[in-house]
């Protein structure tokens, strides 16, 4: 993501500067300037939105339209009834690195059970039973998972309301799991999508995903390595 890759290359640049200032360099603070004015611009940068062509999957009925999406895919040498299983039962500490970025994320904060909290259940029966709904469970193809991320009323969090017309301050996340058969094995998709339907709530987070974007890449991409390893697994 360009976006994030522009915060983050600001952000080397003043620390680089800082430590340059450290060692009383020339140019120490031209440096840290740039860079603070670099990773302020990289957050501030618009967001585009992006629409689907033609519905292809239980993802593109539900979230047609976004701003923000990441998407990973990997070869998994399994079958899709056992990959889709896997997707259903992986926990996080199956997942390197999650444990410790969530950690991070929530500031070392001891919070109730949640995506940032999962204990020792299933990430997917975790996530639907505290902040998030079930959009679809087609096994062995697609599941496919929604949140409220901010809203400006009160509103239940149901399937329905991906598909109505929401007044502003609305920001929704949903995110998918497609299981295609490829040859002996499958051919796993992830991709989320995030979708704020105002200025105000597409500049709040925009600046928020550009700030967490390469650990929440780095934690889907661990998340299929956790599920490949456990397809591939002896029964």
Known sequence: MIASTVVYSGLALAFTGFVCLIGRKRGALAMIAGGLALTIAGLLLPARESRIARVESRLDEFMPVWQFNEVHSMYIDAPPARVYEAIRHVRADEIALFRTLTWIRRCGRDLPPGILNPG????????????FIFLAADAPRELAVGTIIARSQPRELTPQLFRETLPPGFTLAAMNFIVRPDGAGSLVTTETRVFANSDRARRRFAMYWRAIYPGSALIRRMWLRAVARRAEAPA
């Open 120 to 131: 020792e259940a299933s990430l997917i029966d975790v996530a639907t039973s505290t902040t």
